[in-house]
T-cell receptor, first 116, second 114 residues
């Protein structure tokens, strides 16, 4: 079975632009979470979606938004990009759980976003 | 908000030596998960601990969850070069404003010299 797939793998943007990152979860997984990983740090939680509804949000500005589709795939959108948004953006899927961290997170390879 | 601290930040060992990383949370946890991230890769789930005082083993890896459910450790016996990577703990907060969210530590980078 395929794992979590993310696209694109790399992206270069300039300040002020917006970006859309995509994620397809493992088949049968209904929960998708997004994380930002800055070099040398652990992943930082951004959003969790389950059954197309936002179930959790981390401490990120409103420039960050996401959604989940009926097939459980998900998009992360970031508007008005800043230099500090440069990071690896990881998507993780998991089996349904009441809370985001109830189940193991299965990560994709991530999207490396560079802001110039 | 919840903070999860890991020590040490870096650990260099000779192949065959043991390795331990420690994880401490500022708040009580519902569970704790451990992940391994190889250089250039993504985090891979290793294990989840739920019960107070729980100890689990995976071959040369031993995971412990503290009695107060605020700390955890990962111990690797007789390291091998394949153990190289960054080890993260991730705690699920039991309450407060971070309820239900996984908080990752900053990781411990392990290098193994053959």
């Amino acid at each position: 079975d395929a794992g979590v797939t993310q696209s694109p793998t790399h992206l270069i943007k300039t300040r002020g632009q917006h970006v859309t990152l995509r994620c397809s979860p493992i088949s049968g997984h209904k929960s998708v979470s997004w994380y930002q990983q800055v070099l040398g740090q652990g992943p930082q939680f951004i959003f969790q979606y389950y059954e197309k509804e936002e179930r959790g949000r981390g401490n990120f500005p409103d420039r960050f938004s996401a959604r989940q589709f009926p097939n459980y795939s998900s998009e992360l959108n970031v508007n008005a990009l800043l230099l500090g948004d440069s990071a690896l953006y990881l998507c993780a899927s998991s089996l349904a759980g009441l809370r985001q961290g109830d189940q193991p997170q299965h990560f994709g390879d991530g999207t490396r976003l560079s802001i110039l | 908000g919840q903070q999860v601290m890991q020590i040490p930040q870096y650990q260099h060992v000779q192949e065959g030596e043991d390795f331990t990383t420690y994880c401490n949370s500022s708040t009580t946890l519902s569970n704790i998960q451990w992940y391994k991230q190889r250089p250039g890769g993504h985090p891979v789930f290793l294990i989840q601990l739920v019960k107070s005082g729980e100890v689990k083993k995976q071959k040369r890896l031993t995971f412990q969850f503290g009695e107060a459910k605020k700390n955890s450790s990962l111990h690797i016996t007789a390291t091998q070069t394949t153990d190289v990577g960054t080890y993260f703990c991730a705690g699920l907060n039991a309450g407060g404003t971070s309820y239900g969210k996984l908080t990752f530590g900053q990781g411990t980078i392990l290098t193994v010299h053959p």
